[in-house]
């Protein structure tokens, strides 16, 4: 693919980047059904003090992990919520196309961002055109799966400390204390469905979000703010220069890439031993962030994404094909190829079949 992934390549003016706007929203229960509500809408609990000592362990046990359905859904929840607001996509009086060019995940526009300045990781998206729309659906890299597969006690146990923060910081009303004696739900989220334009590509996205800040509770039809809400975030506490360099230089990036797509005003982050106690929390202003940042820069990233999502729209013109592309970091390459016509796990057909006015 004839795409430069130099950073210098990219380091021009800022894109035409529209903020962005939420479309629609929708929960996950604990068994990942689809839920047009705010049910799982969680609001940020404001600590009086930045020192705190919230233990990331407690009752970690009793956790209900992720199930085993989670994995092949692919952008299945995404387009439920499509479903769900389709005629937010209508121009006229029928619903012939989604007048959209790009349907994907917040979480492969952020892979994406980073891409120029990625020196270990690759990854692999796969993209079908329909109807005028490319969708994209980031799957796992050979490596990924591989540790998933060999993932230690110890690593599974990091990785729910955040969804531990999270409870410990949130509470379904606003004023009302956190659960902390809960067992933590892995698999119930909040999501929201933004659209955005960068330049000359409109893209339509979701994004789990995890905290929102309201004096009271929102009812059904109350609008939603993407300054309201919070980006939440843990840390291990910064003690020499090498962690200091490493996390302005890795953390930031994606911190910042991710909370940039959907306009967020603020991160929070919490600071913890190896030992999973949070010991003090950071409120990180979004705009502000790129003044930290070693060694990246906001404007390489967005060209970037920029480039390539236009990069896709001219070179995947067939419709109904599956076509993989995979980004080599040690080869600095991304390669495009056309693998099989579309399987029904990419769009299913209740999808298929319900979208367009007949």
């Not at 799966?145 to 409870?167: D, N, V």
């Not at 960068?198 to 059904?220: P, W």
Request: hydrophobic letters at 35%.
């Amino acid at each position: 693919m004839d795409i430069s992934v130099h950073p210098g390549d990219h380091d021009g003016p800022f894109p035409n980047f529209r903020q962005p706007m939420i479309l629609g929203h929708f929960s996950l229960n604990g068994d990942r059904e689809f839920i047009k509500d705010m049910s799982g809408l969680q609001y940020l609990y404001a600590r009086g003090d930045a020192r705190v000592k919230l233990d990331l362990d407690h009752n970690l046990n009793l956790a209900r992990k992720s199930i085993p359905e989670k994995e092949g859904e692919k952008i299945n929840n995404l387009l439920r919520g499509v479903l769900s607001y389709k005629k937010k996509f209508t121009v006229g009086e029928r619903l012939d196309n989604l007048n959209t060019d790009v349907v994907c995940f917040r979480g492969l526009l952020t892979t994406i961002m980073c891409t120029p300045y990625e020196k270990r990781d690759d990854w692999i998206m796969e993209v079908v055109r329909w109807r005028g729309t490319l969708y994209l659906v980031q799957v796992d890299t050979e490596k990924r799966r591989r540790e998933k597969l060999q993932e230690t006690p110890r690593q599974r146990q990091m990785s729910s400390w955040g969804y531990k923060f999270e409870q410990l910081m949130t509470s379904p009303a606003p004023g009302l204390s956190p659960d902390a004696e809960a067992p933590v739900d892995e698999n119930e989220e909040f999501c929201c469905l933004f659209r955005t334009r960068i330049n000359g590509t409109s893209i339509v996205y979701g994004a789990e979000m995890d905290a929102y800040k309201a004096d009271k509770r929102l009812q059904a039809g109350d609008a939603l703010h993407t300054d309201n809400f919070v980006e939440m975030k843990t840390s291990r506490i910064i003690e020499h220069e090498r962690q200091d360099r490493n996390f302005r230089r890795f953390k930031l990036l994606k911190w910042w890439s991710q909370s940039f797509l959907v306009g967020t005003r603020e991160l929070l982050c919490g600071w913890r031993d190896d030992d999973g106690v949070v010991s003090s929390l950071e409120t990180f202003i979004i705009k502000d962030i790129p003044k930290k940042a070693s060694d990246w820069k906001p404007n390489v990233c967005v060209n970037f994404l920029s480039s390539l999502l236009s990069k896709l729209k001219s070179t995947i013109t067939e419709e109904s094909f599956v076509h993989t592309v995979t980004w080599n970091s040690r080869a600095k390459q991304i390669q495009i190829s056309k693998s099989s016509s579309m399987p029904e796990d990419n769009l299913p057909l209740w999808y298929l079949n319900s979208i367009f006015d007949p």
